[in-house]
């Protein structure tokens, strides 16, 4: 079975402090996502990874890095939260054509 | 104009009605359609796939892609409350060299409550 994992669910953070958020895939999938997701604004994409040590930026990248040292997992990171980046976070894994996601963070931003 | 437009709602409906969901897309190098159900608090999971103009059924749901209209719907029959969710539509495009990356394109989705 499909399976995407984040490291947390529910994560507060003050202004300022450095955020890591975590995804793991279990199914050697190459390509792997992140999302945020906003109220009336949808699915955007932060940035992609095609392998291992490749990065792309997505749509909304400013704030926002990355990093995959391994195939299984991709982390997020937010290297001077702000309140602005209180959001879902999703990761998402696919080969080809579809994308699988993981349950989602929510992070809060004080 | 964005890529994807999806019928933005909120939709709610009795249960056991038939529940139409639409989005229509401008750009034609979309070929991989897909529709995924979210419910509160999770991630969204892949519900229907297709790749080719037509029905393509799947129990009481059925994905139908018009790509001369490019225009994709989702049919849920005999809806049920557990059906109360966000649906999200999703396409893919393929590259030059036909090959597609998994990058998708989401509609900005569809809030339905199914009421007992």
């Known amino acids: 079975d499909v399976k995407v994992t984040q490291s947390s669910r529910y994560l507060v953070k003050r202004t300022g402090e450095k955020v890591f958020l975590e995804c793991v895939q279990d199914?050697?999938?190459?390509?792997m996502f992140w999302y945020r997701q906003d109220p009336g604004l949808g699915l955007r994409l932060i940035y992609f990874?095609?392998?291992?040590?490749?990065?792309e930026k997505g749509d909304i990248p400013e704030g926002y890095s990355v990093s995959r040292e391994k195939k299984e997992r991709f982390s997020l990171i937010l290297e001077s939260a702000s309140t602005n980046q209180t959001s879902m976070y999703l990761c998402?894994?696919?080969?080809?054509?579809?994308?699988?996601f993981g349950p989602g963070t929510r992070l809060t931003v004080l | 104009q964005k890529e994807v437009e999806q019928d933005p709602g909120p939709l709610s409906v009795p249960e056991g009605a038939i529940v139409s969901l639409n989005c229509t897309y401008s750009n034609s190098a979309f070929q991989y359609f897909m529709w995924y159900r979210q419910y509160s608090r999770k991630g969204p999971e892949l519900l229907m796939y297709t790749y080719s103009s037509g029905n393509k059924e799947d129990g009481r749901f059925t994905a139908q892609v018009d790509k001369s209209s490019k225009y994709i719907s989702l049919f849920i029959r005999d809806s049920q409350p557990s059906d109360s969710a966000t649906y999200l539509c999703a396409m893919n495009p393929l590259d030059a060299g036909g090959t597609s990356y998994g990058k998708l394109t989401f509609g900005q989705g569809t809030i339905l409550t199914v009421h007992p």
């Open positions: 998402a894994s696919s080969r080809r054509d579809t994308q699988y």
């Open positions: 199914m050697d999938h190459e390509n």
């Open positions: 990874s095609y392998d291992v040590k490749m990065k």
